[in-house]
C-alpha cells in the first residue's frame, strides 16, 4: 500500500506574522535565559557562602561548572572518586541520589536537620540560600 499526500504547502504566512512570530520567540529566549543566569548566580553565591561557612579552601570554585562539584564533594568531606557518578552517562544516575546524600550532609554540617539537606536537592533555588545564609540551629558537636 503506498499513500500518496497531495497536500500543498504554499508558505503565505505574511512577512509582519512572521516577524511577530519571531520576536516572540526571541522575547521568550531571552526572558528565559536571564532567569537561568539569575539562579545560577544566586546557586553560585549561596554554594561560595556555604564553603566560607566551613572553612572550605578554594570558595571561588562555585562559580566554575565541574569545579563547584568538586567544592560541594569538599564541603560534604565525600571522596572526590565520586565525581565520576555525576560525568560518566548511564552511571550518573547514580548521581541523582548521591546528590540528596551530600546536601544531607552539608545541613548536617550547618547544624540543619535532614530534611532540608533532602529539599536542598529538591527545591535548590529556595533551601540553598536557606543554608548558606541562615544561623545554625542545632551547631554541630566537635569531636
Known sequence: MNPQYNYSYQGNV????????????AGLFLFVMILVIIFYIILALSLMKIAKRTNTDNAWFAWIP???????????KRPMWWLVFFLVPFINIVGIVLQFVIWVDIAKLLGKPTWVGILAGLIPIIFVPYLAFSGNENPPVAT
Do not use: R, V
Open 14 to 25: 505574511p512577512p509582519e506574522a512572521a516577524a511577530g512570530m519571531f520576536a516572540l520567540g
Open 66 to 76: 565541574i569545579l563547584n562539584l568538586i567544592l560541594m564533594l569538599q564541603i560534604a
